[in-house]
């Protein structure tokens, strides 16, 4: 797998905090191939129900994400929209859903072996 190209890791979670292995951090983030950003929910109209929305996880798609990972928030308060799982599901890209802790434990593990991109909720 090209370097540069590769997800970045997480290295440390904590309540309302991620950071990762760059020393960047994020309240919420957005991880893919070759970057990280802040994730916004404004940008797309995201709110606790009905949860992540298809255009939250485009960019993860558009940076060649074959697996993606969205988080329910540590205490499982953000949900998905079918909608999203359904984009995934039509292009072939894996989708895990997980509670934040979980989800970066099983994040990590996949950004060893492929392109994986995620949607990070570190509150509720």
């Not at 904590?14 to 802040?38: C, I, M, N, Q, V």
């Not at 074959?66 to 928030?73: I, K, R, S, Y």
């Not at 540590?74 to 894996?94: D, N």
Request: proline share 6%; with cysteine; glycine share 8%.
């Amino acid at each position: 797998m090209d370097p540069k190209a590769r997800s970045p890791r997480i290295s440390q979670l904590s309540w309302g905090r991620l950071e990762t292995e760059d020393g960047r951090s994020f309240k919420d983030a957005k991880l893919f191939p070759g970057g990280a950003r802040a994730w916004d929910w404004r940008e797309t109209g995201t709110h606790h129900a009905p949860g992540i929305q298809p255009a939250d996880v485009a960019e993860l798609i558009e940076h060649g994400a074959e697996a993606v990972v969205l988080t329910m928030g540590i205490w499982k308060r953000l949900q998905v929209c079918p909608e999203t799982l359904q984009t995934l599901r039509e292009r072939g890209i894996a989708a895990h859903v997980l509670q934040t802790e979980e989800a970066v434990r099983l994040y990590n593990e996949l950004c060893e072996k492929a392109p994986v991109g995620g949607l990070f909720h570190t509150t509720c």
